[in-house]
Protein backbone atom coordinates (compact mmCIF):
# COMPACT_ATOMS: atom_id res chain seq x y z
CA UNK A 1 0.00 0.00 0.00
CA UNK A 2 1.26 3.22 -0.87
CA UNK A 3 2.11 5.38 2.02
CA UNK A 4 3.86 9.14 2.99
CA UNK A 5 7.50 8.57 4.05
CA UNK A 6 8.84 11.50 6.69
CA UNK A 7 12.89 11.45 7.59
CA UNK A 8 14.55 11.91 9.84
CA UNK A 9 12.35 9.88 12.18
CA UNK A 10 13.55 12.22 15.31
CA UNK A 11 16.06 15.00 15.15
CA UNK A 12 17.56 17.45 17.84
CA UNK A 13 19.16 20.44 17.40
CA UNK A 14 20.46 23.73 19.26
CA UNK A 15 17.69 26.36 19.36
CA UNK A 16 18.97 29.17 15.91
CA UNK A 17 20.22 26.06 14.08
CA UNK A 18 18.07 25.50 10.96
CA UNK A 19 16.04 22.31 10.17
CA UNK A 20 14.92 20.36 7.24
CA UNK A 21 12.26 17.65 7.81
CA UNK A 22 11.36 15.72 4.42
CA UNK A 23 8.67 13.79 3.22
CA UNK A 24 8.35 11.84 -0.01
CA UNK A 25 4.38 12.24 -0.35
CA UNK A 26 2.32 9.11 -2.52
CA UNK A 27 3.88 9.07 -5.76
CA UNK A 28 0.55 10.33 -7.93
CA UNK A 29 -0.63 12.83 -5.44
CA UNK A 30 -1.13 16.91 -6.30
CA UNK A 31 -1.24 18.35 -2.77
CA UNK A 32 1.03 18.67 -0.14
CA UNK A 33 0.71 19.68 3.31
CA UNK A 34 2.46 20.26 6.54
CA UNK A 35 0.87 20.00 10.14
CA UNK A 36 2.47 19.80 13.34
CA UNK A 37 1.20 18.11 16.86
CA UNK A 38 3.25 19.80 20.13
CA UNK A 39 2.93 17.27 22.44
CA UNK A 40 -0.15 16.52 24.47
CA UNK A 41 -1.80 18.87 22.35
CA UNK A 42 -3.93 19.70 18.95
CA UNK A 43 -2.73 18.94 15.55
CA UNK A 44 -2.00 21.76 13.76
CA UNK A 45 -2.35 22.97 9.99
CA UNK A 46 0.35 24.33 8.99
CA UNK A 47 0.56 25.10 4.83
CA UNK A 48 -0.72 23.30 2.02
CA UNK A 49 1.27 23.27 -1.91
CA UNK A 50 -0.08 22.56 -5.02
CA UNK A 51 1.07 23.47 -7.77
CA UNK A 52 4.65 24.49 -6.82
CA UNK A 53 3.31 27.42 -4.40
CA UNK A 54 1.98 27.86 -0.79
CA UNK A 55 -2.19 27.54 -1.57
CA UNK A 56 -2.61 28.41 2.02
CA UNK A 57 -1.06 29.29 5.13
CA UNK A 58 -1.36 29.19 9.08
CA UNK A 59 -0.59 31.76 11.12
CA UNK A 60 1.95 29.85 12.87
CA UNK A 61 3.85 29.12 9.46
CA UNK A 62 5.58 32.65 9.87
CA UNK A 63 9.12 33.87 7.99
CA UNK A 64 10.94 31.23 10.18
CA UNK A 65 9.47 28.72 7.94
CA UNK A 66 9.55 27.39 3.80
CA UNK A 67 8.66 24.57 2.00
CA UNK A 68 9.94 23.33 -1.07
CA UNK A 69 8.80 20.64 -3.62
CA UNK A 70 12.67 20.33 -5.16
CA UNK A 71 12.24 17.42 -7.40
CA UNK A 72 9.33 15.44 -8.51
CA UNK A 73 9.61 13.39 -5.46
CA UNK A 74 10.66 15.30 -2.40
CA UNK A 75 8.67 17.82 -0.09
CA UNK A 76 10.63 19.51 2.54
CA UNK A 77 9.96 21.88 5.80
CA UNK A 78 12.83 24.29 6.19
CA UNK A 79 12.94 25.98 10.07
CA UNK A 80 15.42 28.48 9.55
CA UNK A 81 16.38 29.71 13.19
CA UNK A 82 14.46 26.77 15.57
CA UNK A 83 12.99 28.11 18.74
CA UNK A 84 12.13 25.99 21.84
CA UNK A 85 8.54 26.51 20.87
CA UNK A 86 9.23 24.43 17.58
CA UNK A 87 9.49 21.24 19.48
CA UNK A 88 6.82 19.23 18.36
CA UNK A 89 5.80 16.24 15.76
CA UNK A 90 5.82 17.55 12.29
CA UNK A 91 3.35 15.25 10.07
CA UNK A 92 3.57 15.57 6.18
CA UNK A 93 0.22 14.95 4.69
CA UNK A 94 -0.78 14.46 0.65
CA UNK A 95 -3.66 14.01 -1.65
CA UNK A 96 -4.81 12.62 -4.65
CA UNK A 97 -7.29 15.49 -4.95
CA UNK A 98 -8.65 18.78 -3.13
CA UNK A 99 -10.52 16.50 -1.04
CA UNK A 100 -10.73 13.70 0.36
CA UNK A 101 -9.02 11.43 2.16
CA UNK A 102 -5.51 13.18 3.13
CA UNK A 103 -2.66 10.63 4.23
CA UNK A 104 -0.05 11.52 6.63
CA UNK A 105 3.42 9.97 7.14
CA UNK A 106 4.36 8.73 10.89
CA UNK A 107 5.52 12.01 11.80
CA UNK A 108 9.34 13.48 12.94
CA UNK A 109 9.68 14.22 15.77
CA UNK A 110 11.79 17.76 16.26
CA UNK A 111 13.67 18.76 19.33
CA UNK A 112 14.84 22.08 19.89
CA UNK A 113 17.31 22.36 23.41
CA UNK B 1 -14.49 31.97 17.74
CA UNK B 2 -14.32 28.80 15.93
CA UNK B 3 -13.05 25.26 17.03
CA UNK B 4 -13.79 22.04 17.37
CA UNK B 5 -13.82 20.22 20.32
CA UNK B 6 -14.26 16.87 22.08
CA UNK B 7 -16.75 16.26 25.16
CA UNK B 8 -14.49 13.06 26.92
CA UNK B 9 -10.86 13.17 27.07
CA UNK B 10 -11.07 9.26 27.74
CA UNK B 11 -13.15 6.56 26.75
CA UNK B 12 -12.95 3.35 28.55
CA UNK B 13 -15.11 -0.25 26.84
CA UNK B 14 -14.49 -4.06 27.16
CA UNK B 15 -13.86 -5.89 24.22
CA UNK B 16 -17.05 -6.44 22.05
CA UNK B 17 -18.89 -3.25 23.65
CA UNK B 18 -20.12 -0.55 20.92
CA UNK B 19 -18.13 2.78 21.62
CA UNK B 20 -19.20 6.13 20.53
CA UNK B 21 -17.04 9.38 20.34
CA UNK B 22 -18.48 12.39 20.28
CA UNK B 23 -17.21 15.68 19.00
CA UNK B 24 -18.97 19.30 19.12
CA UNK B 25 -18.20 22.04 16.14
CA UNK B 26 -18.69 25.54 16.15
CA UNK B 27 -18.59 27.00 12.86
CA UNK B 28 -22.04 25.81 10.95
CA UNK B 29 -20.33 27.00 7.58
CA UNK B 30 -17.78 23.67 8.05
CA UNK B 31 -18.76 20.98 5.36
CA UNK B 32 -16.88 18.37 5.65
CA UNK B 33 -15.98 16.41 8.57
CA UNK B 34 -13.34 13.75 9.16
CA UNK B 35 -12.88 11.20 11.97
CA UNK B 36 -8.88 10.37 12.36
CA UNK B 37 -7.33 7.71 14.81
CA UNK B 38 -3.90 7.91 15.76
CA UNK B 39 -2.08 4.72 17.65
CA UNK B 40 0.99 6.09 19.76
CA UNK B 41 4.05 7.26 17.63
CA UNK B 42 2.20 7.44 14.48
CA UNK B 43 0.90 9.90 12.11
CA UNK B 44 -3.41 10.08 12.34
CA UNK B 45 -5.14 7.75 9.94
CA UNK B 46 -8.01 8.16 7.87
CA UNK B 47 -11.24 5.97 9.49
CA UNK B 48 -14.43 7.84 8.13
CA UNK B 49 -15.58 11.22 6.73
CA UNK B 50 -19.12 13.00 6.12
CA UNK B 51 -20.23 16.06 4.27
CA UNK B 52 -22.80 18.26 5.28
CA UNK B 53 -25.03 17.05 2.66
CA UNK B 54 -25.34 13.90 4.79
CA UNK B 55 -26.62 12.94 8.22
CA UNK B 56 -25.22 9.58 8.69
CA UNK B 57 -22.40 7.35 6.69
CA UNK B 58 -21.46 3.81 7.49
CA UNK B 59 -18.06 1.95 6.45
CA UNK B 60 -16.86 -1.37 8.16
CA UNK B 61 -17.80 -1.37 11.59
CA UNK B 62 -18.09 1.92 11.76
CA UNK B 63 -20.70 4.86 11.31
CA UNK B 64 -20.41 8.57 11.76
CA UNK B 65 -23.56 10.76 12.42
CA UNK B 66 -24.08 14.18 11.67
CA UNK B 67 -26.27 16.73 13.56
CA UNK B 68 -26.26 20.17 11.52
CA UNK B 69 -28.90 21.48 13.93
CA UNK B 70 -26.80 20.82 17.30
CA UNK B 71 -23.40 20.79 15.80
CA UNK B 72 -22.28 17.76 16.54
CA UNK B 73 -20.07 14.65 15.19
CA UNK B 74 -20.19 11.14 16.95
CA UNK B 75 -18.16 8.36 15.64
CA UNK B 76 -19.17 4.67 16.51
CA UNK B 77 -17.72 1.59 16.30
CA UNK B 78 -19.08 -1.48 16.53
CA UNK B 79 -17.54 -4.46 18.52
CA UNK B 80 -14.56 -2.62 19.69
CA UNK B 81 -11.55 -4.65 19.62
CA UNK B 82 -8.00 -3.92 21.69
CA UNK B 83 -6.86 -2.67 17.90
CA UNK B 84 -9.27 0.19 18.67
CA UNK B 85 -7.48 1.22 21.53
CA UNK B 86 -6.18 4.88 20.34
CA UNK B 87 -6.39 8.78 20.03
CA UNK B 88 -9.52 9.49 17.81
CA UNK B 89 -9.62 12.81 16.57
CA UNK B 90 -12.28 14.47 14.62
CA UNK B 91 -11.67 17.52 12.38
CA UNK B 92 -13.60 19.78 10.19
CA UNK B 93 -12.62 21.29 7.06
CA UNK B 94 -12.79 25.05 6.81
CA UNK B 95 -11.39 25.95 3.62
CA UNK B 96 -12.98 25.61 0.35
CA UNK B 97 -10.87 23.28 -1.50
CA UNK B 98 -7.69 22.54 0.41
CA UNK B 99 -7.39 20.53 3.47
CA UNK B 100 -6.99 23.01 6.12
CA UNK B 101 -8.25 20.96 9.07
CA UNK B 102 -9.40 22.10 12.45
CA UNK B 103 -8.58 18.98 14.83
CA UNK B 104 -10.16 18.49 18.23
CA UNK B 105 -8.45 17.68 20.69
CA UNK B 106 -8.76 14.02 20.99
CA UNK B 107 -10.40 11.35 22.77
CA UNK B 108 -8.86 8.61 24.12
CA UNK B 109 -9.91 5.24 23.76
CA UNK B 110 -8.95 2.42 25.87
CA UNK B 111 -10.11 -1.05 25.38
CA UNK B 112 -9.73 -4.07 27.76
CA UNK B 113 -9.87 -7.18 26.48
Known amino acids: EPEVTQTPSHQVTQMGQEVILRCVPISNHLYFYWYRQILGQKVEFLVSFYNNEISEKSEIFDDQFSVERPDGSNFTLKIRSTKLEDSAMYFC???????????FGEGSRLTVL | GESVGLHLPTLSVQEGDNSIINCAYSNSASDYFIWYKQESGKGPQFIIDIRSNMDKRQGQRVTVLLNKTVKHLSLQIAATQPGDSAVYFCAENHSTGFQKLVFGTGTRLLVSP
Open chain 1, 93 to 103: ASTGQSTGELF
